[in-house]
T-cell receptor, first 111, second 114 residues
Framework: DQQVKQNSPSLSVQEGRISILNCDYT??????FLWYKKYPAEGPTFLIS?????DKNEDGRFTVFLNKSAKHLSLHIVPSQPGDSAVYFC??????????FGKGTKLSVIP | DTGVSQDPRHKITKRGQNVTFRCDPISEHNRLYWYRQTLGQGPEFLTYFQNEAQLEKSRLLSDRFSAERPKGSFSTLEIQRTEQGDSAMYLCASSSPGQGYGYTFGSGTRLTVV
């Protein structure tokens, strides 16, 4: 089974600086990796995805990097804004439409 | 479109009781998913519908859990003989074929079993 691990439960960053959220995975397959953002009392919101055939995908302030040799995924947010404060989940999807989520990293952007 | 709606938002029930949750997906989405999230964990997949057909079920979904999606529109998730370990946030999501894995989640139903 695919495992997705987010080893940092929390991260604090100053407003305007870069936020880097990390994720490690176990199995390598042709598939997709995604990041979701979750505010309290709301469901997760899809943020950005990357296919395993790519190394990078960018959408505005958000960039996801995929290092297949290290089985490592990262999300960069530049510049960080207070509204980015939320829990970020990395997720893996392959074949069927089932997603496997990590435990999440709580990002706090300090004004 | 108001997004994915879940009802109720909160449910407190006594151990051993049955509970039923409802999910109304985005109208044009033919795919519907149920996930469960416990404290400190990410969402865990429970089951997946394409239209009215239930195509996948997690081994997490014990015999006490049943989900339906009659007519391929709204869905219900029923838990029979609830246990304290069933306390969690139950999340529903929907998507259309062109969305891939970028689901739209509802705000969830928080279940507390006392």
């Amino acid at each position: 089974d695919q495992q997705v691990k987010q080893n940092s439960p929390s991260l604090s960053v100053q407003e305007g600086r870069i936020s880097i959220l990390n994720c490690d995975y176990t199995n390598s397959m042709f598939d997709y990796f995604l990041w979701y953002k979750k505010y309290p009392a709301e469901g997760p919101t899809f943020l950005i995805s990357i296919s395993s055939i790519k190394d990078k995908n960018e959408d505005g302030r958000f960039t996801v990097f995929l290092n297949k040799s290290a089985k490592h995924l990262s999300l960069h947010i530049v510049p960080s804004q207070p509204g980015d404060s939320a829990v970020y989940f990395c997720a893996h999807g392959a074949g069927s439409y089932q997603l496997t989520f990590g435990k999440g990293t709580k990002l706090s952007v300090i004004p | 479109d108001t997004g994915v709606s879940q009802d109720p938002r909160h449910k407190i029930t006594k151990r051993g009781q049955n509970v039923t949750f409802r999910c109304d997906p985005i109208s044009e989405h033919n795919r519907l998913y149920w996930y469960r999230q416990t404290l400190g964990q990410g969402p865990e997949f429970l089951t997946y519908f394409q239209n009215e057909a239930q195509l996948e079920k997690s081994r997490l979904l014990s015999d006490r859990f049943s989900a339906e999606r009659p007519k391929g529109s709204f869905s219900t998730l029923e838990i029979q003989r609830t246990e304290q370990g069933d306390s969690a946030m139950y999340l529903c999501a929907s998507s259309s074929p062109g969305q891939g894995y970028g689901y739209t989640f509802g705000s969830g139903t928080r279940l507390t079993v006392v």
